[in-house]
């Protein structure tokens, strides 16, 4: 008969499975130059919050000038939320690069390049990566100390669960998702002290 206790170590290990199955945050920057106001629209197409930042040059190539707008962020961005927000750019302006200083020029003429910055996550998802390397190390500490105090061994009988502690270990870390849950039963099956 499989214990209680087992049965919820394996609900936590699915658990875990399905979070790390999650999709973190995916945010897009679309940013237009021109006119009077220039923006950027941030949009989070993931299923996590999130922020970036990000940066945008307007280059004339036919005059070799550019100009930089200051870094503008998109703020911690909800799943499947959009923000738009203003570029400011230092210095030169983008309509000076691109219009010229007698504004005759054309926006066509210019190359817009946006610079993101590296994404990132924003509450509890924010340490899920450390969680998926930590769970599994503990874990492993516990059952190869749990495995030595009820003396399970290897029976010589075959089979992927047919371990000794190190064994259990080695499953552990490699593939812990089925290990952890395999190793819980076969657990269950052997009072405390007692061989195979």
């Not at 703020?75 to 939320?81: Q, V």
């Not at 190869?144 to 371990?163: E, L, M, S, V």
């Not at 952890?180 to 076969?186: E, G």
Request: hydrophobic letters at 45%; one cysteine or more; a positive charge.
């Amino acid at each position: 008969m499989i214990r209680r206790s087992s049965i919820l170590w394996s609900l936590c290990a699915l658990a875990l499975l399905l979070l790390t199955r999650c999709e973190g945050p995916y945010i897009e920057a679309v940013c237009q130059v021109g006119g009077i106001l220039s923006s950027c629209s941030f949009t989070n197409t993931g299923s996590t919050s999130g922020k970036v930042c990000a940066a945008v040059q307007v280059t004339r190539p036919d005059t070799n000038t550019s100009a930089a707008s200051s870094t503008v962020c998109s703020g911690d961005l909800a799943p499947r939320t959009s923000v738009t927000q203003p570029v400011l750019f230092v210095g030169t302006t983008a309509a000076q690069v691109c219009l010229g200083t007698d504004l005759s020029g054309s926006w066509d003429k210019c190359e817009v390049k946006v610079h993101l910055g590296e994404l990132e996550v924003a509450g509890i998802w924010a340490w899920l990566p450390w969680t998926i390397w930590i769970l599994p190390v503990l874990s492993a500490f516990w059952v190869y100390g749990d495995a030595k105090r009820r003396g399970i061994r290897r029976t010589g009988k075959g089979g992927p669960f047919d371990n000794d502690p190190a064994g259990w270990v080695v499953g552990m870390l490699f593939l812990w998702i089925v290990v952890f849950p395999a190793y819980l039963i076969v657990r269950a099956r052997q009072a405390p002290g007692r061989e195979r």
